[in-house]
């Protein structure tokens, strides 16, 4: 088992530290803190032109990071660090202006699985 080291890391984007896990620019994991501690995201690069960024709970769902629409005072209650969460949605807002062809897919969007799978079994 190897423990995830941001420190050693590099820079990516926005993101102070990274891992390219590969280090071929594939699969690079980012530190997502602030919902949970110890979070992580991770880019996937397909090609060019098919890339993806699971962003897991570093947002709720696309709303979030588009409209910076900021989840209830109720759910403030349940993240680690609510600065680092809310500052996320500003970090994701400037990924999604910048890159248009990276899918950003957050764990609970059902809009996402919808567009990505179809319509959700009952």
């Known amino acids: 088992m190897q423990i995830v080291d941001f420190e050693q890391g590099t820079p990516y984007g ?17 530190p997502l803190f602030g919902h ?12 060019e032109s098919e890339r993806y960024f699971l962003c897991v709970d570093a947002v709720y769902c696309r709303d979030n990071y588009e409209e910076m629409a900021y989840g209830s005072i109720l ?30 897919i957050p764990s609970h969007d059902p809009d996402i699985y919808r567009e990505c799978f179809g319509p959700l079994p009952k």
């Not at 926005?14 to 980012?30: C, E, N, Y």
């Not at 994701?92 to 890159?99: G, P, Q, Y």
Request: glycine share 6%; net charge positive.
């Open 75 to 104: 759910t403030n209650a349940v993240h680690a660090n609510i600065r680092q969460y809310h500052d996320l949605y500003k970090v994701l807002n400037r990924i999604w202006k910048a890159n248009p062809d990276l899918e950003i």
């Open 36 to 47: 949970s501690a110890g979070q992580m995201g991770l880019i996937v690069n397909c090609s």
């Open 14 to 30: 926005p993101f102070r530290k990274s891992i390219d896990i590969f280090q071929d620019g594939s699969l690079i994991l980012l």
